[in-house]
């Protein structure tokens, strides 16, 4: 059974940066691809960031991209999710996702396209 940690999460200044981690447990995590996800209050889960099985190729929501890195640790079976010149409009919980399964460059975005979850880690961004 595939088990997602997050960490990272806490406070930040509009303009400051967070580096978001989440460990895999139970299954390889070098076969699994993985994405990032936030929900706000009141507002749908939204595509942040996700990364191959392979991390030859990443992807971005259209509200992060330039801002923010993903990248992946395999030795260590974590992917890192850094995020850059934050705004006040990124504050949710976010949740890591993974899936083992063949994914297209569509799927990449799609939280119905990832079995596993996190709990997730709560990021504010306020001055």
């Known amino acids: 059974q595939v088990q997602l940690t997050e960490s990272g999460g806490g406070w930040a200044q509009p303009g400051g940066s967070l580096n978001l981690s989440c460990t895999l447990s139970?299954?390889?995590?070098?076969?699994?691809?993985l994405g990032w996800f936030r929900q706000a209050p009141g507002k749908e889960r939204e595509f942040v960031a996700a990364i191959s099985w392979s991390g030859a190729s990443t992807y971005f929501g259209d509200s992060v991209k330039g801002r923010c890195t993903i990248s992946r640790d395999n030795p260590k079976s974590t992917v890192y999710l850094q995020m850059n010149k934050l705004k006040p409009e990124q504050t949710a919980v976010y949740c890591c996702?993974?899936?083992?399964?063949?994914?297209?460059?569509?799927?990449?975005?799609?939280?119905?396209?990832?079995?596993?979850w996190g709990q997730g880690t709560k990021v504010t961004v306020s001055s």
């Open positions: 139970g299954r390889p995590f070098r076969s699994y691809a």
């Open positions: 996702a993974a899936d083992g399964t063949d994914h297209t460059d569509s799927d990449y975005g799609i939280a119905s396209s990832y079995n596993d």
